[in-house]
């Protein structure tokens, strides 16, 4: 497990990207390392209704700058009051939090990266690593219409971008399990964060094509240190805590 901190991270820039998300660009004294699917949880502060930090993944890292974006889409009060940081003032960050992604992938094949709304926010960090491991990287990202399309450029600098939009304004039509990548797919790993539902059809698709699948699970948190026991999932093994054995689980962890 690797360690955490307690840092104030000073607001470089925080700017809203669609009309729900914006992203945040904090920069640290010191960064530590994070691996890519691990996450930081956040203290709300001037609120008198959020008491407890609010779990953000890690969307991008550049440990030459000291720095980290985060990528939030605003739904309360939490994320709502994240979204009014200016430039300069501090957010108090715990972090890095969770286990990651198993990025070691043996088999010399691309990787394919899945996310449905905000949970392409991790694989932006996960793809760089991989890309920069000489793996060859496939997006594929799910979003209901082309209104809800997140900026894309920076995963297109990392890898090839595939696109299903649900009324097909976008890319294939469809959800995600219904992109025609699917026909030829050969992938080493398979590394998903969305909605549950998406993910349960991802892995019966990853089990039919016998591909290797992670999954980050996004349930309600509160501690994220594995004190609480509010986020816990039923794995093959018993109740885990998402905060400290995941998020990130194989498929073949779940009972899905
Ligand atoms: C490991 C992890 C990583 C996450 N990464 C991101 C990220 O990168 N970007 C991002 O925008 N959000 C992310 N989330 C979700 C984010 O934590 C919640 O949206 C946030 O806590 C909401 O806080 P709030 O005070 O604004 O809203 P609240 O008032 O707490 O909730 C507003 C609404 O959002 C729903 N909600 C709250 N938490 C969650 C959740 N965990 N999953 C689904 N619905 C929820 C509530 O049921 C309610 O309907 C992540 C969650 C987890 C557990
Ligand atoms: S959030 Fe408290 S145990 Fe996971």
């Not at 925080?14 to 914006?22: A, D, K, L, P, R």
């Not at 699917?37 to 440990?63: K, M, N, Y």
Request: proline share 5%; glycine share 8%.
């Amino acid at each position: 497990m690797s360690k955490k901190y307690q840092l104030d991270g000073t607001v470089i820039k925080n700017e809203w990207v669609t009309s729900t998300y914006f992203k945040m660009t904090l920069s640290f004294e010191t960064l530590p390392e994070i691996k890519a699917g691990q996450f930081a949880e956040l203290r709300i502060d001037e609120t008198p209704t959020v008491f407890l930090r609010r779990p953000i993944s890690i969307h991008d890292v550049r440990p030459e700058n000291k720095e980290m974006d985060l990528l939030i889409q605003k739904v309360g009060d939490g994320t709502a009051w994240l979204s009014t940081r200016k430039e300069d003032d501090k957010v108090n960050v715990i972090f890095p939090l969770g286990n990651g992604f198993d990025t070691d992938v043996a088999e010399n094949k691309p990787v394919l990266l899945v996310g449905g709304g905000v949970g392409i926010a991790p694989l932006l960090h996960l793809g760089r690593v991989l890309s920069s491991e000489g793996r060859k990287v496939h997006f594929l990202l799910g979003f209901r219409k082309e209104a809800d399309i997140l900026p894309l450029n920076a995963y297109k600098e990392v890898g090839e971008v595939f696109i299903t939009t649900e009324d097909g304004s976008v890319g294939d039509k469809g959800f995600v399990t219904n992109h025609s990548l699917w026909k030829n797919a050969d992938y080493a790993r398979i590394f998903s964060c969305g909605p549950t539902p998406m993910m349960k059809a991802l892995s019966t698709v990853a089990r039919e094509k016998n591909i290797d699948c992670e999954v980050s699970l996004e349930n309600k948190m509160a501690c994220g240190v594995g004190a609480c026991l509010c986020c816990v999932t039923q794995t093959h093994e018993g109740h885990k805590c998402v905060c400290t054995d995941g998020p990130v689980f194989n498929i073949n962890e779940l009972p899905w």
